[in-house]
């Protein structure tokens, strides 16, 4: 990770047109948390997406509601909120298809770039 951002894909998905994390999705915030404990000089993007079901630019601001939910927890565990920055790219970046229940189920997601 030296100088470059890596992403990493957290476990955390959402219900259709929810930012809300529920306990699982929760547990896997706190993981990471302790790799943020255990790396103190590392920064995160928190990186917020959405389906394709709805107006883009209601998905755009999903996206970043969903990253600033996940940040909220990562401050409340303990990160310095200075570490943090976030990012919602609504529909526009998918890794499934939004064309199945499943791939618009994999798209509703939060990744992090850890940046030294």
């Known amino acids: 990770i ?3 951002a890596a992403l990493v894909h957290l476990p955390v ?3 259709f047109d929810s930012a809300k994390l529920d306990e699982k999705n929760y ?3 706190k993981e990471y948390v302790l790799f943020m404990n255990d790396h103190v000089d590392y920064k995160a993007k928190i990186v917020g997406h959405t389906d394709s ?3 883009k630019a209601y998905n755009q601001k999903l996206s ?4 600033e939910a996940v940040k909220a927890v990562i401050i409340k565990e303990g990160i310095d909120a200075t570490r943090l920055t976030t990012e919602g790219k609504g529909e526009t970046a998918p890794i499934a298809s939004n ?3 499943d791939g618009q189920a ?4 939060i990744e992090i ?3 030294k």
């Open 2 to 4: 030296n100088g470059c």
């Open 13 to 15: 998905t959402f219900e």
């Open 27 to 29: 547990t896997h915030v």
């Open 53 to 55: 079901i709805g107006p």
């Open 64 to 67: 970043l509601k969903r990253a």
């Open 99 to 101: 064309k199945t229940k």
């Open 106 to 109: 994999q798209n509703r997601r």
């Open 113 to 115: 770039e850890i940046i």
